[in-house]
């Protein structure tokens, strides 16, 4: 599965994104995963869509931001609401299957204060 994460982009604190991530092929089986990365630090999962539709977040985008899916289109979404100047990082879709994990190439998100 190739993955394309876009929609990142600079906004004001306070603001909102929404970034997209685009499937090669289909995902309908496929639990999917935002994680962001600022340079020098860890990759961090920030949230996770389950094939079922259940969605989990880390604790600090809780409440702002929101995960969903598009079985058809093959594509997965992030809202990002009330956006602070600590969400600034590269963001990555990522997926797995039996046999490898698949990461996007990253689209970057800066808020600024």
């Known amino acids: 599965v190739q993955l394309q994460a876009s929609g990142g982009g600079l906004v004001q604190a306070g603001g909102s994104l929404n970034l997209s991530c685009a499937a090669s092929?289909?995902?309908?089986?496929?639990?999917m995963d935002w994680y962001r990365q600022v340079p020098g630090k860890q990759r961090d999962l920030v949230a996770t869509i389950t094939s079922s539709g259940n969605t989990n977040y880390v604790d600090s985008v809780k409440g702002r931001f929101t995960i969903s899916r598009d079985n058809v289109k093959n594509m997965v979404y992030l809202e990002m609401n009330n956006l602070k100047p600590e969400d600034t990082a590269v963001y990555f879709c990522?997926?797995?299957?039996?046999?490898?994990?698949?990461w996007g190439q990253g689209t970057l998100v800066t808020v600024s204060s």
């Open positions: 990522k997926t797995s299957n039996n046999y490898r994990t698949y």
């Open positions: 092929r289909s995902i309908f089986l496929l639990d």
